[in-house]
């Protein structure tokens, strides 16, 4: 089964430092906690054991990560999760499992992810994201300056 500890520092290589960007809607964010998301917390002080927390119970359990066999796909979601949010993430996982994208991974979804061929499955997967931020800088033109950065975390680069 996927293992959290083996997937949250790639995630925070992605999310770096603190950052209060003025186009960015979610606020001052620091380890990808953004204060629009948690308005209790105060982000500039913000530990990374306190985001770890924050990361598993929010996002790594909400996507049922630990149910999840391959490493690699739960990694996927759960990148995707703490980038777009768990449901939207859910929500292309499911497209990509075949399975009805209610957002919520549940034991059908997770049969589907656990019997889908890893690499079948992220490269599906990695065209939906990509789908998705063409989508957001469409929506919103004022987003265009962060989709490279969004493609390259999707390529790994």
């Known amino acids: 089964m996927a293992n959290f500890n083996k997937t949250i520092d790639k995630v925070l290589v992605n999310e770096g430092g603190y950052v209060d960007d003025p186009s960015d809607r979610g606020g001052a964010t620091k380890f990808g906690i953004s204060q629009r998301s948690y308005p209790n917390v105060n982000i500039k002080n913000l530990t990374l054991d306190e ?76 065209l939906v994201k990509i789908a998705r931020y063409v989508h957001i800088c469409k929506t919103n033109p004022k987003n265009r300056k962060f989709f490279f950065g969004w493609i390259n975390r999707v390529l790994g680069a």
């Open 51 to 126: 985001a770890k927390k924050i990361y598993k119970k929010d996002y790594w359990d909400k996507i049922e990560g630990d149910k999840i066999s391959s490493n690699e796909v739960a990694y996927e979601i759960f990148d995707t999760a703490v980038n777009m949010g768990v449901r939207t993430s859910s929500k292309l996982a499911q497209l990509v499992a075949d399975c009805h994208p209610d957002g919520f991974i549940g034991n059908k979804t997770l049969s589907k992810l656990n019997h889908i061929e890893s690499d079948i499955f992220i490269s599906n997967y990695k």
